[in-house]
């Protein structure tokens, strides 16, 4: 069987370049062939939770405010920190429409972020800087059928070791140094998508099922 029966030819022509350019050099992703900086974008960040490695969490918000199954808290992201964003609907609104959206990793990170925050060569017991958090990411299904992010709340857990530190919401910015924070911000919401596809999506919820048998 002919390899182009099922490999497409224009992947075939993009990793083995006949137009001069290196073997193997691929060409650049869509997404930044003509705005090498469209990745920042908070439309590329909601994108990627759809046309992204784990597609798989994202879900419609049916319920407010948002509560941890887990120790029920509250989310802190309230309706002042969206209403802005809503294009002139209400909270309910956009709920019973089913405008809003969320990624909701609280639960499933907040039960491991001691251990995830504290490395072997630190002792268990002294204070960690935190390096992942467990983050809600609340989005809006705009008009033009695009999702918006409205808030992101980190959280860590209530324990002495992270100082008791109370959940962070944070909101797109308007300009200036905000941006570099709502930017790392979204990178701790990414860490914990890939972290969750890596070790839920992919392998517990298909090696580990299906290869004992
Ligand atoms: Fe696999």
Redesign the pocket.
Request: charged fraction near 0%; proline fraction near 0%.
């Given at each position: 069987m002919a390899v182009s029966s099922f490999v497409p030819l224009q992947k075939l022509k993009e990793v083995f370049r006949i137009d001069g350019e290196e073997l193997l050099r691929f060409q650049k992703p869509q997404v930044i062939r003509d705005n090498k900086n469209a990745w920042k974008k908070d439309e590329e960040f909601a994108k990627e939770m759809l046309a992204g490695v784990n597609p798989v969490k994202i879900c419609c918000l049916q319920d407010w405010p948002i509560k941890s199954k887990v120790d029920g808290t509250i989310c802190k992201i309230s309706e002042d920190d969206i209403q802005k964003n809503l294009e002139g609907l209400s909270v309910g609104q956009a709920i019973n429409n089913k405008k809003l959206f969320i990624l909701d990793y609280y639960d499933d990170f907040i039960p491991y972020l001691r251990l995830i925050n504290t490395t072997a060569a630190e002792d268990i017991s002294s204070k960690v800087h935190p390096r992942a958090y467990a983050t809600r990411t609340v989005l809006l299904l705009k008009n033009d059928g695009t999702l918006k992010p409205l808030a992101i709340e980190l959280s860590l857990p209530q324990e002495a070791q992270f100082d008791g530190t109370p959940p962070q919401v944070y909101l797109p910015p308007e300009e200036g140094a905000e941006e570099w924070t709502w930017m790392l911000t979204k990178a701790y919401v990414v860490v914990n998508d890939s972290s969750y596809h890596q070790l839920i999506s992919?392998?517990l919820q298909?090696?580990a099922v299906v290869e004992p048998f």
């Open positions: 992919h392998w298909t090696h």
